[in-house]
């Protein structure tokens, strides 16, 4: 058979799909219905074909419609500014300096707490500077008063030592001369 014969056996069923309309998506609130390509409504026999053009159309044409929805609420929020009466254009003004007088409270307030926190910061650490000054200085003090009961205790030490040292020579020159008086080394006298 010729590519075209071959074609027209092919079984495609017709199907039927609701329009979606600009002015329903407008008005309404409620989220479009997405359709899943691979299983359309309304169909009462699969195809050999997974195309689903009527599926597809509706996808498409609901993204183009959120698109175009999204960009006119955007450019709806630009238009007060620029293309309003004197009255809109006066209340977004007064919107922003509202929102800049917010932002302006928000920062000292922040900045106030910074302060504050700082502050409390550098007091605590000046207490604890304090403290470790006034327990250095104790330290200190304890350290001096055992080293000068340390000094005063070798002192006492090192007297003694000097007298039992003086003690034992003297009575050592004591016995030297009573041995040299029982013993004298020249019996005769001749050495003067």
């Not at 329903?24 to 050999?48: E, G």
């Not at 550098?122 to 350290?143: A, F, G, N, P, V």
Request: glycine share 2%.
């Amino acid at each position: 058979l010729p590519p075209l014969a071959r074609r027209t056996h092919l079984a495609v069923t017709p199907m039927t799909f609701p329009l979606i309309s600009e002015s329903a998506i407008w008005s309404s609130k409620q989220p479009i219905p997405r359709l899943d390509p691979l299983h359309p409504p309304f169909v009462q026999k699969r195809t050999i074909s997974l195309e689903t053009p009527a599926v597809h159309y509706h996808n498409n044409q609901r993204a183009l419609i959120m698109q175009r929805k999204e960009n006119y609420r955007f450019h709806q929020v630009w238009r007060k500014p620029f293309y309003g009466t004197s009255s809109e254009r006066e209340e977004y003004r007064k919107e922003i300096r509202d929102h800049l007088k917010k932002q302006i409270e928000e920062k000292c307030i922040a900045l106030k707490l910074q302060f504050t926190n700082r502050a409390k910061d550098t007091e605590y650490l000046c207490e604890m500077d304090r403290q470790h000054l006034s327990k250095e200085k104790e330290q200190r003090i304890l350290h001096r008063q055992a080293m000068t009961a340390y000094r005063d205790e070798n002192k006492k030490l090192m007297e003694q030592g000097w007298r039992d040292r003086a003690l034992t020579r003297s009575q050592e020159a004591l016995k030297e001369r009573e041995l040299l008086r029982l013993n004298p080394i020249n019996w005769s006298g001749t050495l003067k």
